[in-house]
């Protein structure tokens, strides 16, 4: 049993390896420019008054006059409400003004905050960031973390953030490695200008600079949360950035339960590829039964297993084919089964049964009479045994060959 397990398990594999090699027409690639447009996103809530909000707004204003040339930034505040307190600029000296102008409120609006910041940056030119700082758990966004994390993975922007006092560190800092950003918890307010300092360096130093020598992708799918792979590595689960990707040929396979999808593709240096994998895009599985029971069965003259030895069922007025024997991701297109019952029965033609079908973009059920010479699909579509099967079976009978 543990033998035909194996078989029938690599003679999935190859199916599922083999039917979606899309090539470049999956990914679409875009040049990442070399300026980046920042959306600096700070809390003013309630609790940060005093020498958290003073010393957050020394630590903004120092990274606004450390940016790079060609860099802008936008600033959002939030407390009960989101607030953009200045728009895409270069302009140093309106930004810290914008800066000095930010006044404590009410409760704690962060992940409005941080998905305003994401539909601020789409289809901005170049790479795109958000620096956040919250001093509290979110207790009035419609927006969930699930949401904002995976709209900037989506969107392609690199979230780091920082956290100051009692907030969800774990849940946060998952959402800036998820986006290939980095998150740090401040031990106090005083720590601040240092962690701002810190993470505009890493950013500078891990994506910025790597943006003429690498390249990477974005990987999302239909359903998400799925097992992404990337040249055979696993990588995470979709949404997923992959960034620092050196320039060649790489395959970034999705793992749906009908199957791998799979995506060749020649990166180059200094761009983006998107990649969205869909599990409608995967063949659909190909499931036999047959009478007699335990038959082997050959697709295309490859061995894919022995039929079930229990007949499906009706449960709760749907065919049950659970038990049954199912390939993979079968390729579209036409095949030919044939079927041959087990060896403790003396084979002869009437026992060996052989047709041909088309496979398109769904499952597909058949019930084969082996004996009969008939093969029901679950349709309606019949098939008789091939002449040229019945011809072979003949001249394989003992009787011709004394």
Not at 16 to 36: E, K, L
Not at 137 to 142: A, I, K, P, T, V
Request: hydrophobic share 40%; charged share 20%.
């Amino acid at each position: 049993m543990k033998k035909l397990y194996i078989i029938v398990l690599s003679l999935v594999m190859i199916f599922s390896f083999s039917i979606a090699m899309f090539g470049q027409d999956c990914v679409s690639f875009i040049p990442v420019q070399q300026n980046t447009q920042f959306v600096l996103v700070v809390d003013r809530s309630g609790s940060m008054a005093g020498d958290p909000l003073r010393d957050a707004k020394q630590a903004v204003i120092n990274f606004i006059n450390s940016m790079q040339p060609g860099d802008s930034a936008a600033l959002i505040t939030f407390e009960d409400q989101v607030r953009v307190d200045h728009n895409f600029s270069s302009d140093r000296v309106r930004l810290v003004q914008a800066v000095r102008g930010i006044e404590t409120g009410g409760r704690t609006r962060f992940y409005d905050a941080v998905g305003a910041a994401a539909r601020m940056l789409k289809g901005k030119s170049g790479r795109t960031a958000i620096l956040f700082l919250t001093d509290g758990n979110d207790n009035e966004s419609s927006f969930s973390l699930n949401n904002i994390r995976q709209m900037n993975i989506g969107e392609q922007n690199v979230v780091y953030g920082i956290g100051l006092g009692n907030v969800d560190h774990k849940g946060i800092s998952a959402l800036s490695t998820a986006t290939g950003g980095q998150y740090r918890a401040a031990r106090g307010s005083g720590e601040l200008n240092s962690l701002y300092t810190e993470l505009q360096n890493l950013y500078y130093t891990e994506h910025k600079a790597a943006v003429s020598t690498f390249g990477g992708y974005t990987v999302t799918s239909l359903p998400d949360n799925r097992k992404v792979y990337l040249d055979g590595t696993l990588v995470g689960s979709s949404p997923v950035n992959i960034d620092r990707i050196r320039p060649g040929e790489h395959v970034v396979q999705v793992e749906f339960d009908n199957g791998l999808w799979e995506c060749r593709s020649q990166l180059q240096a200094g761009t983006k590829g998107f990649v969205t994998a869909r599990s409608a895009d995967l063949p659909g599985d190909f499931i036999i039964e047959s009478s007699p029971r335990g038959a082997a069965v050959f697709i295309d003259d490859t061995y894919v297993g022995l039929t079930a030895m229990i007949p499906s069922a009706v449960v709760n007025g749907s065919l049950d084919l659970s038990g049954q024997l199912r390939v993979k991701a079968m390729p579209e297109g036409g095949h030919t089964v044939k079927i041959i019952v087990a060896p403790d029965v003396e084979l002869s033609s009437s026992q060996v049964m052989e047709f041909d079908f088309d496979m398109r973009r769904v499952s597909r059920y058949v019930n084969v009479n082996v004996l009969a010479g008939k093969a029901l699909f679950a349709n309606g579509e019949r098939k008789q045994r091939n002449m040229m099967s019945l011809i072979d079976s003949a001249f394989s009978d003992p009787i011709f060959n004394d």
